[in-house]
T-cell receptor, first 115, second 111 residues
Framework: DTEVTQTPKHLVMGMTNKKSLKCEQHMGHRAMYWYKQKAKKPPELMFVYSYEKLSINESVPSRFSPECPNSSLLNLHLHALQPEDSALYLC??????????????FGPGTRLTVL | AQRVTQPEKLLSVFKGAPVELKCNYSYSGSPELFWYVQYSRQRLQLLLRHISRESIKGFTADLNKGETSFHLKKPFAQEEDSAMYYCALSLSRGGSEKLVFGKGTKLTVNP
């Protein structure tokens, strides 16, 4: 399996809901990432997990809560989101290899709409 | 500050014409640069990385440290090259790597 998968594909939620996004990879990658991508903009990094430990948090509001239960899974728990959080949420993974070879493999994304 | 600049938001060429997508970076260390491509309704995928100096789908990109550039070139554009192209700089932070993306260039290849 050489892909990053994400579920669900689409999610609509109210501002008081609690939901989770899921990401999975079976490529043996030890780094996993969450990005947020608004329409016609580049992806913006939110979190990085390295060897199942949170290593980078780009000052993301606490209504987004990441979790890495094991080396293949990455979750993003959502609570009390705002309409401006509506975006495409991308998951990515990469090896921890030599300099210049750490390309990231991206999932198809979850299209989130907050009403 | 580390940043990536793609000066052209939109680029339109005719099939068979040469194409160059510009990328300039600002980074004090030794840069690790990538080109990613996003075709319509497909996931973001790696096109090229500077360290391998390879040609993928006819595209090449050379790192020019003097001009701090990593422009993407193809001698003869094809309609299937129409996509959004992002130049990205990999930064090490706390033992992890993060990608800083340029704003992207939307390439349209007309028949």
């Amino acid at each position: 399996d050489t892909e990053v998968t994400q579920t669900p594909k689409h999610l609509v939620m109210g501002m008081t809901n609690k939901k989770s996004l899921k990401c999975e990879q079976h490529m043996g990658h030890r780094a996993m990432y969450w990005y947020k991508q608004k329409a016609k903009k580049p992806p913006e990094l939110m979190f990085v997990y390295s060897y199942e430990k949170l290593s980078i948090n780009e000052s993301v509001p606490s209504r987004f809560s990441p979790e890495c239960p094991n080396s293949s899974l990455l979750n993003l728990h959502l609570h009390a989101l705002q309409p401006e959080d509506s975006a495409l949420y991308l998951c990515a993974s990469s090896h921890r290899r030599r300099t210049g070879e750490n390309e990231q493999f991206f999932g198809p994304g979850t299209r989130l709409t907050v009403l | 500050a580390q940043r990536v600049t793609q000066p052209e938001k939109l680029l339109s060429v005719f099939k068979g014409a040469p194409v160059e997508l510009k990328c300039n970076y600002s980074y004090s260390g030794s840069p690790e640069l990538f080109w990613y491509v996003q075709y319509s309704r497909q996931r973001l995928q790696l096109l090229l990385r500077h360290i391998s100096r390879e040609s993928i789908k006819g595209f090449t990109a050379d790192l020019n440290k003097g001009e701090t550039s990593f422009h993407l070139k193809k001698p003869f554009a094809q309609e299937e090259d129409s996509a959004m192209y992002y130049c990205a700089l990999s930064l090490s932070r706390g033992g992890s790597e993060k990608l800083v993306f340029g704003k992207g260039t939307k390439l349209t290849v007309n028949p």
